[in-house]
């Protein structure tokens, strides 16, 4: 299985990004991937997931602002992010969910490469 995370950059406050996710090697119409972000010092922490009974969960530190959805002729998920704040900066991450609890790190089996985001003030 692999992931492919892009669509990262730099972005000032208040300005949006849309990160992608395109999945291989797994039936994409029944996965749940799921974004991470880490700030330098930081633990990864959840951001959202879509889940393929369409389902999606957010944290509530971007809930309002960020958007995830899916493209299943595409295998790929997106990560809509508006109104970004500085503190949005980190590297983002998506992952296929494998079992356990969708807002922990520790209930995803893949990973893609990470895609960094940087928001100025």
């Known amino acids: 299985v692999q992931l492919q995370a892009s669509g990262g950059g730099l972005v000032q406050a208040g300005g949006s990004l849309t990160l992608s996710c395109t999945v291989s090697?797994?039936?994409?119409?029944?996965?749940?991937v799921g974004w991470f972000r880490q700030a330098p010092g930081k633990e990864r922490e959840f951001v959202a997931a879509?889940?393929?009974?369409?389902?999606?969960y957010y944290a509530d530190s971007v809930k309002g602002r960020f958007t995830i959805s899916r493209d299943n002729a595409k295998n790929t998920v997106y990560l809509q992010m508006k109104s970004l704040k500085p503190e949005d900066t980190a590297v983002y991450y998506c992952?296929?969910?494998?079992?356990?609890?969708?807002?922990?790190?520790?209930?995803?089996?893949?990973w893609g490469q990470g895609t960094q985001v940087t928001v100025s003030s």
């Open positions: 879509d889940s393929w009974t369409t389902t999606t």
């Open positions: 090697g797994r039936s994409f119409s029944t996965l749940t």
């Open positions: 992952a296929t969910y494998w079992r356990g609890n969708v807002y922990l790190s520790t209930s995803y089996d893949y």
